[in-house]
Protein backbone atom coordinates (compact mmCIF):
# COMPACT_ATOMS: atom_id res chain seq x y z
CA UNK A 1 0.00 0.00 0.00
CA UNK A 2 1.31 3.07 -1.57
CA UNK A 3 1.18 6.70 -2.34
CA UNK A 4 4.24 8.15 -4.37
CA UNK A 5 4.01 12.13 -5.14
CA UNK A 6 6.05 13.28 -8.12
CA UNK A 7 5.84 17.35 -9.94
CA UNK A 8 8.03 19.23 -7.27
CA UNK A 9 10.42 21.63 -7.73
CA UNK A 10 11.45 25.31 -7.91
CA UNK A 11 9.15 27.69 -10.00
CA UNK A 12 8.94 31.89 -10.26
CA UNK A 13 6.25 33.21 -8.45
CA UNK A 14 3.25 33.08 -10.93
CA UNK A 15 4.42 29.94 -12.19
CA UNK A 16 2.90 26.60 -12.38
CA UNK A 17 3.50 23.21 -11.34
CA UNK A 18 1.34 19.72 -11.30
CA UNK A 19 1.56 17.19 -8.78
CA UNK A 20 0.44 13.56 -8.94
CA UNK A 21 -0.06 11.38 -6.58
CA UNK A 22 0.44 7.58 -7.57
CA UNK A 23 -1.18 5.26 -5.52
CA UNK A 24 -0.02 1.20 -5.81
CA UNK A 25 -1.45 -1.87 -3.68
CA UNK A 26 -5.03 -0.38 -3.65
CA UNK A 27 -8.31 0.49 -5.22
CA UNK A 28 -7.64 4.05 -5.26
CA UNK A 29 -11.61 4.45 -6.49
CA UNK A 30 -12.48 3.39 -3.16
CA UNK A 31 -10.51 6.05 -1.12
CA UNK A 32 -10.70 10.33 -1.00
CA UNK A 33 -7.53 11.68 -1.42
CA UNK A 34 -6.21 14.73 -0.11
CA UNK A 35 -3.25 17.08 -0.55
CA UNK A 36 -1.58 18.60 2.01
CA UNK A 37 1.52 21.12 2.07
CA UNK A 38 3.71 21.97 5.54
CA UNK A 39 6.08 24.37 5.38
CA UNK A 40 9.18 25.10 7.57
CA UNK A 41 8.58 25.79 10.97
CA UNK A 42 4.94 25.64 10.42
CA UNK A 43 1.93 23.06 11.02
CA UNK A 44 0.81 21.00 8.18
CA UNK A 45 -2.39 22.43 6.18
CA UNK A 46 -5.01 20.89 4.16
CA UNK A 47 -4.70 22.32 0.82
CA UNK A 48 -7.69 20.44 -1.15
CA UNK A 49 -9.18 16.72 -1.27
CA UNK A 50 -11.34 15.00 -3.95
CA UNK A 51 -14.03 12.39 -3.30
CA UNK A 52 -14.14 8.86 -4.11
CA UNK A 53 -17.48 8.91 -5.86
CA UNK A 54 -18.23 12.29 -6.95
CA UNK A 55 -15.03 13.65 -7.86
CA UNK A 56 -16.32 16.55 -5.37
CA UNK A 57 -13.56 18.85 -4.94
CA UNK A 58 -12.92 21.18 -1.98
CA UNK A 59 -10.13 23.38 -1.45
CA UNK A 60 -8.81 25.21 1.41
CA UNK A 61 -9.50 29.57 0.97
CA UNK A 62 -5.61 30.02 0.62
CA UNK A 63 -5.78 28.05 -2.91
CA UNK A 64 -9.43 28.62 -3.58
CA UNK A 65 -9.24 29.61 -7.44
CA UNK A 66 -5.33 28.83 -7.96
CA UNK A 67 -5.30 25.11 -7.50
CA UNK A 68 -7.08 22.52 -9.19
CA UNK A 69 -7.33 18.73 -8.10
CA UNK A 70 -8.37 16.04 -10.51
CA UNK A 71 -8.29 12.31 -10.30
CA UNK A 72 -7.78 9.11 -13.46
CA UNK A 73 -9.06 6.17 -11.26
CA UNK A 74 -7.95 4.17 -14.57
CA UNK A 75 -4.28 5.56 -13.83
CA UNK A 76 -4.65 5.16 -10.29
CA UNK A 77 -3.38 8.93 -9.90
CA UNK A 78 -4.67 12.00 -8.68
CA UNK A 79 -3.40 15.25 -9.78
CA UNK A 80 -3.03 18.93 -8.57
CA UNK A 81 -2.82 21.90 -11.02
CA UNK A 82 -0.88 24.71 -9.18
CA UNK A 83 -0.97 27.87 -10.95
CA UNK A 84 -0.50 31.53 -10.26
CA UNK A 85 1.84 30.16 -7.47
CA UNK A 86 3.48 32.60 -4.68
CA UNK A 87 6.29 32.36 -2.38
CA UNK A 88 3.44 31.53 0.31
CA UNK A 89 2.83 28.03 -1.42
CA UNK A 90 6.71 26.94 -0.97
CA UNK A 91 6.57 23.82 1.33
CA UNK A 92 6.44 20.38 1.51
CA UNK A 93 3.70 18.83 -0.47
CA UNK A 94 1.71 15.53 0.60
CA UNK A 95 -0.98 13.42 -0.33
CA UNK A 96 -3.32 10.98 1.46
CA UNK A 97 -5.76 8.21 1.22
CA UNK A 98 -9.32 8.38 3.38
CA UNK A 99 -11.57 5.60 2.81
CA UNK A 100 -14.05 7.86 3.73
CA UNK A 101 -15.50 10.85 2.98
CA UNK A 102 -13.44 13.96 2.05
CA UNK A 103 -11.84 15.28 5.62
CA UNK A 104 -8.77 17.54 6.64
CA UNK A 105 -8.08 14.49 9.25
CA UNK A 106 -7.76 10.87 9.77
CA UNK A 107 -6.09 9.66 6.65
CA UNK A 108 -5.02 6.31 6.54
CA UNK A 109 -2.07 6.49 3.76
CA UNK A 110 0.34 8.57 3.25
CA UNK A 111 3.08 9.51 0.61
CA UNK A 112 6.50 10.30 1.08
CA UNK A 113 6.14 14.28 0.21
CA UNK A 114 7.70 16.58 -2.53
CA UNK A 115 9.14 19.76 -2.26
CA UNK A 116 7.45 22.66 -4.17
CA UNK A 117 9.85 26.05 -3.76
CA UNK A 118 8.70 29.40 -5.37
CA UNK A 119 11.13 31.83 -5.25
CA UNK A 120 12.37 34.51 -8.03
Known amino acids: LQLVESGGGLVQPGGSLRLSCAAS????????IGWFRQAPGKEREGVSCISRSTGSAYYADSVQGRFTISRDNAKSTVYLQMDSLKPEDTAIYYC??????????????WGQGTQVTVSS
Open 25 to 32: GFTLDYYA
Open 96 to 109: AARNLTCSWRNYDF
